[in-house]
T-cell receptor, first 114, second 114 residues
Framework: GAVVSQHPSRVICKSGTSVKIECRSL??????MFWYRQFPKQSLMLMAT?????????EQGVEKDKFLINHASLTLSTLTVTSAHPEDSSFYIC??????????FGQGTRLTVV | GENVEQHPSTLSVQEGDSAVIKCTYS??????FPWYKQELGKGPQLIID?????GEKKDQRIAVTLNKTAKHFSLHITETQPEDSAVYFC?????????????FGQGTTLQVKP
C-alpha cells in the first residue's frame, strides 16, 4: 500500500500554545487528505477534508478557527491546533487518497496539552 | 448521512479459531467498504476492502463478504494467530462525498488467546 507519514508522533505542549502536525504522502500525490480525531477506546471521528489548493471542509461541530488546515501541495497537509487546551488532548490521524477510494493513514499524533 | 454500526465491540477467540466481525450501513448509495486493523498507538492499516459490485473477496486468511440488499458486510479471519490481536474497524465510503472519505464503525477489539 501507499505510504503516509505523519509528524510528530507525540507532542506535549502548554495550554494556550499552538501545535502543528504534518501529514505527507511519500509515494503518491494526495489530491485529498482527511483529518480524524480519536479518543481512547473510541472510533475515528472525521474532523475535516482538505483538497489541494482549496479551503478545508469541516464536519459539523468542528471549530475551523481552532483547527487550521492547510493543504498547499499534493504531498503535504498540516493541521494546526491553535490555543490548545487540555480538552484538545487526543490522538490525531490523517489519511490521504490519490483520487481512488482507498485511503491510507499516517501513524497518528498523540497530543497532550498540560 | 451515512451511519455504520459494528458488532461485536469485543471478541475473544482461541488461537486457530475463526473470528467474524459484522457491520451494517445505512446509505444504500455507499459503494466502497474497507476494513482496517489498528494496533495500540498506531494509525489504522488497510487489510482488505470490497466494492459494491462484488459479493466476496478473499486474501489468504482474511475474507470480506457484502450483502447489498441487507446493507451489511462482514470480516472473516480464519486460523487466527496471536498477532491478529488488535482493534478492527469497518468503514463505508458515501458515493456522494469526496473519494477517500470514510465513515467508521465503532471498532471491535479482537483478542486471540494462545
Amino acid at each position: 500500500g501507499a505510504v503516509v507519514s505523519q509528524h510528530p508522533s507525540r507532542v506535549i505542549c502548554k495550554s494556550g500554545t499552538s501545535v502543528k502536525i504534518e501529514c505527507r504522502s511519500l509515494d503518491f500525490q494526495a489530491t485529498t487528505m482527511f483529518w480524524y480525531r480519536q479518543f481512547p477506546k473510541q472510533s475515528l471521528m472525521l474532523m475535516a477534508t482538505s483538497n489541494e489548493g482549496s479551503k478545508a471542509t469541516y464536519e459539523q461541530g468542528v471549530e475551523k478557527d481552532k483547527f487550521l488546515i492547510n493543504h498547499a501541495s499534493l504531498t503535504l497537509s498540516t493541521l494546526t491546533v491553535t490555543s490548545a487546551h487540555p480538552e484538545d488532548s487526543s490522538f490525531y490521524i490523517c489519511s490521504a487518497t490519490g483520487g481512488r477510494p482507498e485511503a491510507f493513514f499516517g501513524q497518528g499524533t498523540r497530543l497532550t496539552v498540560v | 448521512g451515512e451511519n455504520v454500526e459494528q458488532h461485536p465491540s469485543t471478541l475473544s477467540v482461541q488461537e486457530g479459531d475463526s473470528a467474524v466481525i459484522k457491520c451494517t450501513y445505512s446509505d444504500s448509495a455507499s459503494n466502497y467498504f474497507p476494513w482496517y486493523k489498528q494496533e495500540l498507538g498506531k494509525g489504522p492499516q488497510l487489510i482488505i476492502d470490497i466494492r459494491s459490485n462484488v459479493g466476496e473477496k478473499k486474501d489468504q486468511r482474511i475474507a470480506v463478504t457484502l450483502n447489498k440488499t441487507a446493507k451489511h458486510f462482514s470480516l472473516h479471519i480464519t486460523e487466527t494467530q496471536p498477532e491478529d490481536s488488535a482493534v478492527y474497524f469497518c468503514a463505508a465510503s458515501p458515493s456522494s462525498g469526496n473519494t477517500g472519505k470514510l465513515i467508521f464503525g465503532q471498532g471491535t477489539t479482537l483478542q486471540v488467546k494462545p
